[in-house]
């Protein structure tokens, strides 16, 4: 079992920046592909970025390619996502979930196994 806490949410005006953090239990957290995906009010949750074990890899959904970087600290158990140039259509619910598998930067939900309770970003105009 894994369990994913979030944090690094908040408010913050267009243009600004934010840094979510997502920190995993137990000792399988580097041989695990990681993702983000957010979910904002009255959509459905969409993927926005995934990191391979050793985060030589990324994936990007287009709509944060550019602004948003998924990063990880394997010692850490950490999983960031640095997010710049923030727009009022990024304010969702970010989750950060786990695959288990060790390979396939996936962008659906089913594809994932464990999921963090969720941190609200808020991007005002």
């Known amino acids: 079992q894994v369990q994913l806490v979030e944090s690094g949410g908040g408010l913050v005006q267009a243009g600004g920046s934010l840094r979510l953090s997502c920190t995993a239990s137990?000792?399988?957290?580097?041989?695990?592909?990681m993702g983000w995906f957010r979910q904002a009010p009255g959509k459905e949750r969409e993927f926005a970025a995934a990191i391979s074990t050793s985060g030589s890899t990324t994936r990007y959904a287009d709509s944060v390619k550019g602004r948003f970087t998924i990063s990880r600290d394997n010692a850490k158990n950490t999983v960031y996502l640095q997010m710049n140039s923030l727009k009022p259509e990024d304010t969702a619910v970010y989750y950060c979930?786990?695959?288990?598998?060790?390979?396939?930067?996936?962008?659906?939900?089913?594809?994932?196994?464990?999921w963090g309770q969720g941190t609200q970003v808020t991007v005002s105009s």
């Open positions: 979930a786990a695959r288990v598998s060790a390979t396939g930067l996936a962008q659906y939900q089913y594809e994932y196994a464990y």
């Open positions: 137990g000792r399988t957290f580097s041989s695990r592909v």
